[in-house]
């Protein structure tokens, strides 16, 4: 079956410095593979997206995230953090390639510092 | 455009009722899948309609059920509530059920059962 875990529950950065939050996927086939955000009291926001293109993917508010199928890896990184990043981040990865449904990791809160 | 919109944002029931949430998806997309989000279980995959058709449920009992209109307006409902049923529910509409289509969330609706 597939599945999706980050293997933070907590990551805490300081402004200014760079971010990395780590996700593992596990699947019979490259599935495609996302990131979203959340902030308190919010839904979820797209940050990117992976379909089999390119492996480096570059998404909203200066975030990157690479494929790395040799390692099922999908993790999300961003060069500098701005207190406004600190938000719940989720990876999420699809059932299959004929539906909708998304399989969600457990969660990553980041935490900026000033 | 506008984006998924979901109503009521906030409700509280109790014990034994039933409710009914609605969610509109962006104009143009005619897929809408529904997630179950708690602080312990995560988001959890309820059920994916496209086209009035439900192509997905997900593992839930079923007190839990859901519709679409032909306008792709979809509502889903829970029968004879009980606490474990409070969480956030979330919609999510997407221009086809394919898996390599992004997702666009809606804000939510908080549902507090007591």
């Known amino acids: 079956a597939q599945s999706v875990t980050q293997l933070d529950s907590h990551v805490s950065v300081s402004e200014g410095t760079p971010v990395l939050l780590r996700c593992n996927y596990s699947?019979?086939?490259?599935?495609?593979l996302f990131w979203y955000v959340q902030h308190p009291n919010k839904g979820l926001q797209l940050l990117l997206k992976?379909?089999?293109?390119?492996?480096l993917v570059k998404g909203i508010n200066g975030f990157e995230a690479e494929f790395k199928k040799s390692e099922t890896s999908f993790h999300l990184t961003k060069p500098s953090a701005h207190m406004s990043d600190a938000a719940e981040y989720f990876c999420?990865?699809?059932?299959?390639?004929?539906?909708?449904?998304?399989?969600f990791g457990q969660g990553t809160t980041l935490q900026v510092k000033p | 455009k506008a984006g998924v919109t979901q109503t009521p944002r906030y409700l509280i029931k109790t014990r034994g009722q039933q409710v009914t949430l609605s969610c509109s998806p962006i104009?143009?997309?005619?897929?809408v899948s529904w997630y179950q989000q708690t602080p312990g279980q995560g988001l959890q995959f309820l059920f994916e309609?496209?086209?009035?058709?439900?192509?997905n449920k997900g593992n839930f009992p079923g007190r839990f059920s859901g519709r679409q209109f032909s306008n792709s307006r979809s509502e889903m409902n829970v029968s004879t509530l009980e606490l474990g049923d409070s969480a956030l529910y979330l919609c999510?509409?997407?221009?086809?059920?394919?898996?390599?289509?992004?997702?666009?969330f809606g804000p939510g609706t908080r549902l507090t059962v007591t």
């Open positions: 999510a509409s997407s221009l086809s059920p394919s898996g390599a289509t992004e997702q666009y």
């Open positions: 699947s019979s086939y490259s599935p495609s």
């Open positions: 992976y379909t089999s293109a390119a492996t």
């Open positions: 999420a990865s699809h059932g299959s390639s004929n539906t909708g449904k998304l399989i």
């Open positions: 104009s143009g997309h005619r897929s």
């Open positions: 309609y496209f086209s009035e058709t439900q192509r």
